[in-house]
């Protein structure tokens, strides 16, 4: 097992590129199948999860070709095999595009249940709803979602609740449905809005994505594309409150700042400065930074995905803060670990309380999922002294060489396999 060992108090500075959406790449390279041409994806970063949806896509039959780190090119004219295996769909729950992008192409697609994960309940009830309204029948059998069709048609759903992976799913398998879908309280996340662009690129008809109704003419077939995935914001807002946490000043390069502008006005709440460009953000922080208020909401609202990295921030800030959950339910898993680094961090039901402390003091802390994994190396940078997070591979799930790029920063941090490495990294940073 891989750890991260952290010698924290350098403030970060200088300039880290940011590498294409891991959540917008997860639906693109599902919904590269639903042609027999070939598609070329740029602009994938090179972490885990990708990985893993990669292989999933290889298994069921189509030809993977790995062009460098970041390219893949992907023909699904030869996939023979409907069902998606176990395996993939307990390691990465998005595999379960591959049910709205075989249910399109195919009308019949076989995908494991996924079931919770470490930060709660994950229905997809939302994702079943739309695929019978399109003309599916679904069952459960074995634990795997059967979805099969004589012909999918258009159909106007409602969403019950906003959801990014109902919202991809449904479009997906509605962009090659007959006539017209119409999607009411949809989701509006940048990654939506990407993956529609991707579709039509492949000669679908989808107008609306970024607004909360979507509007689908279906196609007979979709053809080859070249597509260039959108900069990961999240990836971005990590690397702004790791600014603001350490005392630093970071270029973020590579984002689109009009994706970030939540995450941005909560900076700028806090004290720090945010100086935006075209392609870039710049993070200053202040000598001291002020506490706030913060709900987790759909887009445009505050991001879920960024909750750990700003509580983390604000366990550092003058006065008292309230973070609040509306997401998912169980996404304070690091409240403890933070407590144990020195935090006031107080959870009670879907809020955290937290009275911000001068600083944290290094500890040995594990990383209970990815985003709160990569808050927690944050708080690792921030304190004083050295701190190792374990069960470093929820954070391989979506960051692409997190060390090296905050090596790249000024942080003192190293990927270590052994009690005798962190021996090591203990006597050379003294
Ligand atoms: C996606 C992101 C994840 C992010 C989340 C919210 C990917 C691969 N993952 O997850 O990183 O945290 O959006 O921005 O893109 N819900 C239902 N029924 C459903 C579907 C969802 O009740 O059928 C609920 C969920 O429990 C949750 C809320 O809706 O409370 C939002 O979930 P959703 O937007 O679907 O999240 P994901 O697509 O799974």
Redesign the pocket.
Known sequence: MEQYVIKGGNPLVGEVDIAGAK?AA?AILSAAIMTDETILIENLPDVRDINVLLEAISEIGAQVERVDKSTVKINGSTIGNLSVDYEFIKKIR?SYYLLGALLGKYKHAEVPLPGGCNIGS??????LKGFRALGADVDICHGAIVAKAENLHGSHIFLD??????TINIMMAASMAAGRTIIENA?R?P?VVDVANFLNSMGANIKGAGTDVIRIRGVETLHRTEYSIIPDQIEAGTFMFAAAATGGDITVRNVIPKHLEATTAKLEEIGCEVEEFDDAVRVRAPHTLHRTHVKTLPYPGY???MQPQIAVTLALAEGTSIVTES??ENRFKYADELSRMGANIKVEGNSAIIDGVKKLTGARVSAPDLRAGAALVIAGLAAEGITIVDDIVYIQRGYENFEDKLRSLGAEIERVSSEKEIQKFRLRVG
Do not use: K, M
């Open positions: 959540n997860l998005a994950r229905p997809i009830d939302q994702h609740v906003v959801s990014v992976g109902a989701a996340e990654h991001p879920t995905d997401i998912f």
